[in-house]
């Protein structure tokens, strides 16, 4: 059998060695033909079985995850893939097409699909643009019942090292992972952003999506190496790639396992300079892994996805319980709760029109923009945080500021909130600290006010080189060009870190840059001591710290910062790595 190998999007790393089980695409494979007017009742009971079976499949999934060690994002996807195949639209229309077209239900649910589909290619805005994923898996799912095909249900047992083989896979489907014991999962389709790829890297299990025409070219039982650190499979390795590919695949497991041992010790480099590792979080749920890992702190609560998969705004109260569980849960350890950043990727349906759809959502009323131009949702929440500032060490971090008028609103703000909760005689921490995150090249061009009024600063680099380079993060035609070692980009943050040290204001970096392991070094030697991210790669970046010494690097550093050279930058990257 023929060698070859397939490059996509590696969403979630790691090395998967394993047979290829390849998912069918039902969608694909709808039959249409007529049904007699006799046997109408029947099939319309055959759709209505289909429904209730895919509802206890779900029903199944919520139950299993409730054992506790399941992601939080899954419970709510399960939640929109419920609300999806309860709303009429895909439950009740189907009935009347069967009978008005006389027609089979697999092909009714099809065609009611395709009309569906079409009313969110409609839609601008991409996060709700990307839901029209979720009406398909939903789709997919009653018509496997339907045709008698059950999904991946049918995969129980299998093998350790079984690779899923889809054109596409539902977060839900993903969640069976874990019961499975699947050792890596590629797709077609999907980008970085894609909720299938959040769960896969929650889960920690290796994919590779955006392959394009993996479901076409991969046979079933083919032997698969997924190496989703390099964005790459092979199908059917010779003996000696798959043995090197064994060795890597031990050494992974062997570094793994020594990690764990890491948990406990202060993150300190040889020459002695403490360095905190804090964790970013999205649910409370979430903390329980960060502490698991050992973090020191909160660094980021992305406390918008209080706002996601839900109908309606959050309540005070609400707010209040959730940033109150993550601010005791972490025992006088910080806590920084950002303030919303909904608009452009997070945008949410449920805000009933609240967040409009812009025509460049990137550079629109988003995150602060947004809470400014909407004072009693932001009074509400920044009420919420302060209550919960007595029950740990909260902090306030404000996202995507850009101007000294921006500062001064948003803690006249809270100062107002404040005031409000004193009158109340209602408990707070009168000293929380209030943060601004760096994320706009003119903040960090003219950070001078941002020292002056901000208690600390943290860079999110995500939207920080999506800003500089002017390239939109979540669109895949240009994710290429997203290049965390531009020059610009690396004098940016240089400035930055630089610029807080001077001044004695903590600074932070929050974006994805701070989980990865060859970078650890460059940051180190820019002279930046806090990193928070996802709390799987807190122990791994520990280790990188615990090896480096910081005096030596700052030569290295120097030369990174004279040079405009991309070549260049790379060597003395890999310099930095050698040492
Ligand atoms: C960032 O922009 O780097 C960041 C941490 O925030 P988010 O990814 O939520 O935009
Ligand atoms: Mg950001």
Redesign the pocket.
Known sequence: MASFALHGIGVSSGIAIGRAQLVSHATLEVAHYAIPHAKLDAEVARFTNAIAEVRRELEGLHTAMTGGDAPAEFGAFLDVHWMILNDGTLSEVPKKIIVEQRCNAEWALSQQMSVLVEQFDEIEDPYLRERKADVVQVVERILKRLMGKPGLAAAAGAEHQTILVAHDLSPADVIQFKQHRFGAFLTDVGGVTSHTAIVARSLAVPAVVATHNARQLIRENELLIVDGTNHVVIVNPDKSVLAEYRLKQTELGLEKAKLKRLKTKPARTIDGELVELHA?IELPEDLEQALENGATGIG?F?S?FLFLHREGLPTEEEQFEAYRAVAAGMGGLPVTI?TF?LG???DKEGLGGLVRVAPNPALGLR?IRFCLAEPKLFQTQLRAILRASHYGKVRILI??LASVAEIDQTLAMIAHAKETLREQGVPFDSGVEVGG?L?IPAAVLAMGSFLQKLDFL?????????YTLAID?SDDAVSHLYDPLHPAVLRLLMLAIGGANKAGVPIA?????AGEQQLTRLWLGMGLRNF?MHPAHILGIKQRVLTSEVGSLRPIIERMRRTDDPAKLIGLLDKLNAQ
């Not at 943290?458 to 999506?466: E, H, P, V």
């Not at 970096?509 to 840059?513: D, K």
């Open positions: 970013n980021l992305r918008e950002r950043d452009a990727d997070k995150a996202p995507m995150m994320e943290s860079i999110g680099t995500n939207d920080l080189i999506q993060r970096v929050c974006g994805e840059m928070s």
